[in-house]
């Protein structure tokens, strides 16, 4: 017997996300604004999600402090965010702007959930995206 499916868990998400995505991407072509994308939408889903928005604002939060977990939130963010969102897009890019481009979305999570920075805060999700993915494509392109 299988554990029950939820509409809202992660997994159904991101599955939901790609398939638009993927729509997106045949319409445009372009590989790196797809994966910026993504990227954004997966992180930011997971810090808005009722099941993963403790787990994930608390990390970011300890980022911050002593202790190592600031190098286990970005450990986790390469190893469950940015690397499949890069092998599902076909991206390719130094070690160094995989790094970069994590501590950009720890600074946003950091402004947008736990300082509430205004108007980043009540911006909806499109809107940061929309915005927020060019800075992403420019640290991976160079």
């Given amino acids: 017997m299988s554990p029950p ?3 809202d868990s992660p997994s159904i998400v991101a599955a939901r996300e790609r398939a638009r995505l993927a729509a997106e991407s045949k319409a ?4 790196a604004t797809d994966f910026s994308v993504r990227l954004l939408r997966t992180f930011l889903g997971l810090c ?9 604002l608390k990390m970011v939060k300890s980022s911050v402090g002593k ?13 469950t965010v940015v690397t499949p969102t890069a092998q599902a897009t076909g991206i390719s890019a130094s070690a ?14 950091m402004m947008r959930y736990v300082l509430q920075v205004e108007p980043v805060a009540s911006t909806p999700t499109d809107e940061i995206v929309q915005v927020f993915a060019p800075a992403i494509r420019a640290t991976l392109k160079g």
């Fill in 48 to 56: 808005e999600n009722p099941r993963t928005r403790q787990r994930m």
């Fill in 28 to 31: 445009t072509g372009d590989a």
């Fill in 5 to 7: 499916v939820y509409p």
């Fill in 96 to 109: 160094l702007r995989y790094e970069l481009v994590c501590g950009q979305l720890v600074g946003l999570a």
């Fill in 67 to 79: 202790g190592g977990a600031d190098r286990a939130l970005y450990r986790m963010l390469n190893r």
